[in-house]
């Protein structure tokens, strides 16, 4: 027997590239929230007596206020999931040295490329470097070339 996950189901259900099961499920999740919703009031109703707008304004705000709680724990837990998984080390020493070496040239000043073409020629390996860079930072890559064949000669 292969039953589908509950995780899965919904996945299907609230997936946009379907259209008819994202409209089905739309929906099925409005008659769920608002029959949640009147089950509520009714409960409040019959423990508080009578109908009262300050029942209903409460319930608006206490709701609103867990769905705002619940999104923000939510971006906090992904945010600190994400930023574990990205961590890069801080120094990454350079101790090989290629005779063929690509650098796609960053817009920033402070960038690695400098330091990378220096270390690959110092050690006299590199015979061929391409540099690759966008539009933007075109006079950055003639710089950095021009440097390298200096070096190189």
């Known amino acids: 027997m292969n ?3 509950w995780k899965e189901i919904f996945a ?3 997936d946009p590239e379907v259209p ?3 409209l089905i499920g739309t ?3 409005a008659i769920l929230g608002n029959a949640l919703y009147d089950l509520l009031v009714e409960l409040l109703q019959d423990l508080l007596g009578g109908e009262s707008a300050l029942l209903y304004a409460v319930i608006t705000v ?3 206020a867990l769905l705002f709680a ?3 724990m ?3 837990w992904f945010n600190l999931r994400w930023r574990q998984r990205n961590r890069l080390a801080d120094a990454v020493k350079l101790d090989r040295a290629y005779p063929g070496l690509i650098v796609f040239v960053s817009a920033r000043q402070s960038g690695a490329e400098s330091a990378a073409i ?3 020629l110092k050690v006299g390996k590199l015979r061929r470097l391409w540099l690759i860079a966008t539009n933007e930072v075109e006079k950055k890559a003639a710089q950095l070339r021009d440097i390298a064949r200096v070096s190189h000669y």
């Open 27 to 29: 929906m099925v999740f």
């Open 118 to 120: 220096a270390h690959h």
């Open 70 to 72: 619940i999104t923000l």
């Open 62 to 64: 206490f709701f609103a």
């Open 20 to 22: 008819a099961l994202f």
């Open 3 to 5: 039953r589908r996950s």
């Open 12 to 14: 299907s259900i609230n």
């Open 74 to 76: 939510l971006w906090l």
